[in-house]
């Protein structure tokens, strides 16, 4: 008998460990489930709508999917429609990857107010996730807060400056861009607790940010060292003279041809949010760094704004019945063993590190974890979870209905954008029904 694994989960974690299982050439029969109807993970609705050409990695998702035997069961989330101990039942292994798709709090006094949105939730906005549907958020504003000082800090802003020619090209729900398009945003603060030298953007994303069309990126020369001294690998210390080099580029005041700036504001720490149930504000305060770690000065600042913006980690949102490590805020595992025939790839392994790509070896380990565990299946899969899924009135949905969606999608496009988003589960399923 075929050994028979579901994959909960269909972002590229979940995608390597069943291309990882098809290769091994071991009889498997692999069945990746996830949460919405449409596949992908973070590579839909994290990776911005203006990077085009990284999203197109999904195609070699798209090849194992079509595998003989992969089989994609969308719009049943294991923790509510089906729990982890009878998934474990119905097959021989189970592979965690669900990602982490939470924001975790700012931790200052005031970071529940209505107005301070966590990246998580306002990319998955922007990228028109089904969670976030009914989710609008106040734009009206000069001046906006982006609380981090990595690539997911940048994409944030960057979507925010854009002009709607510069995102025309891009699958931005039209919606959502003209929104954003009709905000009175002038001001981006990207805010970092420590310097240039520590801030994790990888220099691709920040030269973007010097070649806006009506956005200047403005930074204080006075922030920027002369070179980088720390303890790098040779490598890390390369990466982060490139960045040096971009940042003495962007100049340091508003040389008045852009009606929009993305200012680099780094050595500056959240203090408090400002108002009363609302944003009106954000108090900082700026910071030296001493041994890598940044330190108050007692010097404060207010920027007045109606949108903060923390993008500063993810974190799990485990089902009932995943252990969770409460140290790393990561599945409990063992280099992605979590019990026998229970495994862990990708951001819920090993929590929200590296690219795309990082997630590929967890996929590896984890089909060499399977094979060496179990030599021959004995569970009855695919079968009993859908009889199961069918007796509770689960709407479950194929990757021909996802292939009925992009379509749709892709037809529905504006000119030039490649597709039109279904933002809700209901006009996803729409488009199903008619097909
Ligand atoms: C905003 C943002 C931008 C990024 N941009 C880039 C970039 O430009 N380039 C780059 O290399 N990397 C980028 N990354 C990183 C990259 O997206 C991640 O490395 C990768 O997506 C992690 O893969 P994953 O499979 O672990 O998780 P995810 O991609 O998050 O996939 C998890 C999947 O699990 C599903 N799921 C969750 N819970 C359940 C459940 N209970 N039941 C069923 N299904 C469930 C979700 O719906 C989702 O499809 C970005 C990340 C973010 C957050």
New binding site residues.
């Given amino acids: 008998m075929p050994i028979r694994i579901a994959v ?7 995608f390597y460990t069943a291309d990882a299982l098809l290769k091994s050439e071991a009889a498997v029969e692999i069945d990746i ?4 109807p449409t596949p992908f ?3 839909r609705a ?3 709508p203006d ?1 085009q050409s ?1 999203k197109r990695v999904s195609r070699a998702y798209e090849r194992t999917a079509l595998d003989e035997h992969v089989h994609y069961i969308g719009n ?4 509510r429609d089906v729990s982890i101990e009878d998934l474990r039942e119905m097959y021989d292994a189970v592979v965690v ?3 982490m ?1 939470g924001d975790p709090p700012l931790g200052v006094p005031g970071d529940d107010k209505i107005g301070v949105v966590g ?1 998580t939730k306002f ?1 998955g906005w922007y990228n028109g996730h089904p969670d976030f549907a009914d989710f609008k958020p106040d734009l009206d504003t000069k001046a906006v807060a982006v609380i981090g000082n990595g ?2 800090a940048i ?1 944030v802003a960057r979507v925010l400056v854009k002009t709607a020619d510069e995102m025309a090209e891009t699958d931005l729900p039209s919606a959502i861009g003209a929104y954003i398009q009709n905000a009175p945003i002038t001001d981006v603060y990207m805010f970092g607790r420590r310097g240039p030298v520590e801030a994790k953007f990888t220099n691709v994303e920040l030269r973007e940010m010097g070649q806006l069309e009506n956005a200047a990126s403005i930074v204080d020369p006075d922030c920027l060292p002369e070179e980088v001294t720390g303890e790098w690998s040779d490598r890390d210390k390369r990466l982060r003279e490139r960045n040096l080099t971009t940042l003495r580029e962007f100049p340091n005041i508003d040389v008045g041809t852009k009606a929009k700036r993305v200012h680099f504001a780094f050595y500056a720490q959240p203090i408090e949010i400002l108002g009363d149930d609302i944003v009106t504000g954000i108090r900082m305060e700026k910071t030296n760094v001493v041994d890598g770690r940044a330190r108050g000065t007692g010097e404060f600042f207010e920027i007045e704004c109606s949108l903060v913006i923390p993008a500063i980690g ?1 974190a799990l ?1 485990p ?1 009932e019945g995943l252990p969770v490590d409460e140290n790393t805020g990561c599945t409990a595992n063992d280099n992605g063993r979590i019990a026998d025939g229970f495994y862990a790839v ?3 392994k090993r929590g929200p590190t ?3 790509g ?2 590929k070896p967890d996929g590896k380990i984890a089909a060499e974890q399977i094979l060496e565990d179990i030599s021959e299946g004995s569970k009855p899969g695919r079968a009993s979870l859908i009889a199961r899924l069918d007796e509770q009135g689960v709407r479950w949905t194929s990757f021909d209905d996802w292939q009925a969606i992009n379509e749709a999608e892709i037809a529905n496009a504006r000119p030039k954008a490649p597709r039109e988003k279904f933002v809700t589960i209901d006009d996803m399923l729409a488009v199903v029904d008619k097909a």
């Fill in positions: 909960i989960g269909s972002g590229p974690s979940g489930i996830d949460r919405l993970g973070l590579i994290g990776v911005a990077h990284t049943v989330e294991i923790g990857a669900i990602g798709p990246a990319v690539n997911v994409d993810y949102q089902f990708g951001w819920a590296g690219v795309i990082t997630n």
